[in-house]
């Protein structure tokens, strides 16, 4: 994010696209709705009536997947308008003539069959931001999990410096991040480009400076980018990777076309999990380490808008388990590197030496409920919650690269075997792959499985589905079981399924399509099928039988990896790959 979460409060104009934080990010939410208390103008750009639609001035109920289409006639719009700052883009940008020559040929009138919005409003919406004093965008999902993602992205960025919504305080760009923490695996350089503190493993003075520090030889540490999460299954398959050390993350729930994914995973010749619960991916591990949870280590997290914040432990570790850093450390120690830190600040420290724009975030800074905000260099520091103030941007030239881009449609589009739209989002009361939020009664109260599938009154009457039914859903890669919810806040054509429910899996339907350079998943759009099941009583049946299978196989597999460590047997993974 350029500006910060409680900055979005001063902010006279927010935008958000393709982001719910009523159910996603309430701590948000309730910012955007002090800003609309203080006389922010509020732009909701969402194919749902999101609740935050509700206090909007304008809501667009864009069609699924006409991003780049709509934001190019939005930008469009503006320059036609002339509300472009003629300065800033003088002063701060390069590349605008070029930038033009794209956005040119989108009019809101020429591609309103795309987006779906009437050109009026599109016009009105650009006065709307670029007119006030200090205009935010937020987006999300909606944009992340689509085949163009970066190219939205881009041309986000450019709508905010050719209108200078950016470069001043409380004005500019707020991509949000998942959970509490998807900020700081990508500051510790979680990623496979980067170290920490977002140094390249292309730069040869940055693998210099590691190399130093970690005192290995240099040839030691990588000099190219490595593998992607999304690229792991088919490598798997290709041979091309035989070992896999998953931390942290429950692919076989959360990834796209799950059924497939098993059966490459299954190809591994090693595969490893970390994790603080049984989920369907640990069931196919050969080895288990179990981690400790947020409540039993401590650490610091980093929030969406680059703030770090200290938390502790509140209890001991349970049982065997271990810290996650204590765990890579043992293991790095028997495979002949020897690693020994007594405790989270001395690693945050080495972290603070090795990454110039965190050195100032110290343990004493963040004490209590103390935080620091990168870039923060220096210890005297008082860290940063605006970036680029006055228009300086982290390119050589200090100025901003204006990028635009065709629109591309979706890659999957619905056709008559498949002619609903299936989109994928979250819910308020569960959590990702459901280890956690599943695991707590009270949640399992609010919503259970096979959770539900969101679907147009019209669509669900042509197909004579009633609502609260079960209903089954299939696309060409596979199938789930869901409960029908007739919701007129959808647009026809499309339904809505959080990808949440082990039993109600929509991952078992996505497509494995991926952005060509961040290669995240088009998790928001692909096309299925939904049709009603004649014998509901058999269905509720065969919904508990399922579930129970299921929870019985990961409570087996557990136990049995407390007898024989490490040793999942074959009939194991069968099984695990037939729920699934
Ligand atoms: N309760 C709860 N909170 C969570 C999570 C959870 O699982 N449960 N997960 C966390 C994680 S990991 C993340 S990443 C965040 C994500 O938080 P959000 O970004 O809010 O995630 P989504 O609900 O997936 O999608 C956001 C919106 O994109 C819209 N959308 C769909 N297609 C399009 C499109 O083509 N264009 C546009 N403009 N919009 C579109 C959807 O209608 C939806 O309202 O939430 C986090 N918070
Ligand atoms: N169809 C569809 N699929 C999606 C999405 C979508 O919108 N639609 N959203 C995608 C997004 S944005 C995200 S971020 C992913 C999330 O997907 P995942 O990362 O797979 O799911 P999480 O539930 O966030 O957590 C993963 C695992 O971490 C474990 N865990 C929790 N705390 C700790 C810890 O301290 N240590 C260790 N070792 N393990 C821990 C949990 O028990 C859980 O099993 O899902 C993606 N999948
Ligand atoms: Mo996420």
Redo the contacts with the bound molecule.
Sequence with gaps: MSVSIPGMEQAECIML?????S???PIVARRIVKAKEKGAKIIV????V?ETARIADIHMQ?N????VAFLNAFANSIVSQGLHDQKFIEEHTNGFDEWWETIKNYTPESVQHITGIEPEVVHEAARMYATAKTSIIGW????AQ?KQNVRTVHTIAAIACITGQIGKPNAGLAP?R??NNVQGSCDMGMLPNLYPGYQKVTDPAAREKFAKAWGVPLERLSDHDGYKLTDVGHLAEEGKVHAFYNFGEDPLQTEPDAIDLARQLGKLDLFICQDIFMTQTTMLADVIFPGTSWGEHDGVFSASDRTFQRFTAAVPPKGECKHDWQIFQELSTRMGYPMHYDDTKQIWDEVRELCPTFYGATYEKMEGVGHAQWPIPTIEHPGTPDMFLGGKFTTPDNRAILMSHDWEPPTELPDEEYPLIL?T????????CRSMTGNCRALSMLAEEPGEIHIHPDDAKARGIGDGELVRAYSRRGEAMSRAVLDERINKGTVYMTY?WWIGKCNNLTLHAVDDRSHTPED?FSACQVQAIEDQVWAEQRLEEMYNELKTDLASTAAAQDIEPGAVPASQVKRAMSIV
Excluded: L, T, W
């Design positions: 696209f393709g982001y719910n934080p159910a996603s990010h750009c969402d194919p749902r999101i864009i699924n997947g006409c991003n999300g999902m909606g944009v689509q949000v998942g959970q989109c989002v979250r819910e308020v009361g569960h959590y990702s949440q928001k």
